[in-house]
T-cell receptor, first 113, second 115 residues
Framework: DGGITQSPKYLFRKEGQNVTLSCEQN?????MYWYRQDPGQGLRLIYY???????QKGDIAEGYSVSREKKESFPLTVTSAQKNPTAFYLC????????????FGEGSWLTVV | QQQVKQSPQSLIVQKGGISIINCAYE??????FPWYQQFPGKGPALLIA?????SEKKEGRFTISFNKSAKQFSLHIMDSQPGDSATYFC??????????????FGSGTQLTVLP
């Protein structure tokens, strides 16, 4: 089945550690995105990529890094520089030709302990 | 920063009633307005969307009403069902290029439909 796969679903991190969230899509979409979701704040854009080997900062990129070496993969690293990393992280993708409909993965819960 | 304000934060409706969620945007040219539905522990899924050249769009029990002059748009769920209980997000896409072209989301409305 086509879709977006995020892993792991749940992740615990100790303060000071970096952690990488995986996102893979088999929809053949050009664009991929990472959003952060906090209660009562909606979805905020962290990074997005319109094409392989290129990505742009979103509204809250500080403390995060990404790479886009393959069309189907867009991993997100939450670094120790991110002061409040506990959140629900959503990966998404869209077709470059329409760019309208964004499809989301099922998310990854990150908790700092 | 572009903003989309959504209300109410939570909404409780009886089965068969009408659920209404409102969104407003400020001082920015947006050209696409989707609504997303999210169930607990899942990613949001596109529910319905509208462009500003249309004042209303209906898909089944879901209707978007759009008021361009007031910079407001709303989601109406007719004959609300317990299965509609979810969090709903409005969003707007900027007409400019670059980061402004990306979707800006409202803060979400948690809808509960009582049986």
């Amino acid at each position: 089945d086509g879709g977006i796969t995020q892993s792991p679903k749940y992740l615990f991190r100790k303060e000071g550690q970096n952690v990488t969230l995986s996102c893979e899509q088999n929809l053949n979409h050009d664009a991929m995105y990472w959003y952060r979701q906090d209660p009562g704040q909606g979805l905020r854009l962290i990074y997005y990529s319109q094409i392989v080997n290129d990505f742009q900062k979103g509204d809250i990129a500080e403390g995060y890094s990404v790479s886009r070496e393959k069309k189907e993969s867009f991993p997100l690293t939450v670094t120790s520089a991110q002061k409040n990393p506990t959140a629900f992280y959503l990966c998404a993708s869209s077709s470059g030709s329409s760019g309208n409909t964004i499809y989301f993965g099922e998310g990854s819960w990150l908790t700092v302990v | 920063q572009q903003q989309v304000k959504q209300s109410p934060q939570s909404l409780i409706v009886q089965k068969g009633g009408i659920s209404i969620i409102n969104c407003a945007y400020e001082n920015t040219a947006f050209d696409y307005f989707p609504w997303y539905q999210q169930f607990p522990g899942k990613g949001p899924a596109l529910l319905i969307a509208i462009r500003p050249d249309v004042s209303e769009k209906k898909e089944g029990r879901f209707t978007i009403s759009f008021n361009k002059s007031a910079k407001q748009f709303s989601l109406h769920i007719m004959d609300s069902q317990p299965g509609d209980s979810a969090t709903y997000f409005c969003a707007a896409r900027g007409a400019s290029s670059g980061s402004a072209r990306q979707l800006t989301f409202g803060s979400g409305t948690q809808l509960t439909v009582l049986p």
